[in-house]
Structures are given as C-alpha cells and as structure tokens.
C-alpha cells in the first residue's frame, strides 16, 4: 500500500504560479513513477505530468512549457511548478504513484482568474 497526500494549490491570477507537492509514503520502493493529473467537475481526469524513476518527466502538450515536473526520490516527493497559468487549468488536481498500482491523493483545488 502506497500513501499519496498533495500539498498547495489554491487561488491564481492569469498568469500567475503555483507550486504543488506531493509526498508518497508506505511501499514506496514499489513506486515506478509518479505524476499529477486534472479533473473538472463532470469530466475525465486527464493526465498533466510524470516522471519515472529514471528522472525523465513527460507532459501533457497543453502544459509544455508553462509546467515543469520534478522528483527527489530520497524524500519520496514530487513537485508540480506551474507557471504562465490560464483560466483553463483550473481544477482539481491529483497525485498519483504508480506502481503495478495506481495510488491517488485526495486532490488540490487550483483556481485560476482571469
């Protein structure tokens, strides 16, 4: 069992930043990779980010460039910066570590004005 909690998120101006934490806990060498994904009401929870434990990130091509993923797999901890955000990046956002498993947190709300 892997125990995912997120931290941050809140309320931005267009344009503005946030940064999102993440901190895994429990079987935590089991975890292959962990990432962020988004969820607005009604809608499917669409992938953001990830990055392996090779320390290679991937992303979603409507955050490349504004959105940058990074890992410390000492602290068992992965961070989302966000920058240059736009109205439509709001909504909640989820940790997940994945292991043959997908662990999620329970989410952080980023709102952002325009």
């Known amino acids: 069992q892997v125990h995912v909690v997120e931290s941050g998120g809140g309320l931005v101006q267009a344009g503005g930043s946030l940064r999102l934490s993440c901190a895994a806990s429990g079987m935590i060498f089991s975890i292959n990779a962990m990432g962020w994904y988004r969820q607005a009401p009604g809608k499917q929870r669409e992938f953001v980010a990830v990055?392996?434990?090779?320390?290679?990130?991937n992303y979603a091509d409507s955050v490349k460039g504004r959105f940058t993923i990074s890992r410390d797999n000492a602290k068992n901890t992965v961070n989302l910066q966000m920058n240059s955000l736009k109205p439509e990046d709001t909504d909640v956002y989820y940790c997940v570590a994945e292991s043959s498993l997908r662990y999620w947190g329970q989410g952080t709300q980023v709102t952002v004005s325009s």
């Open positions: 990055i392996g434990n090779g320390g290679i990130p």
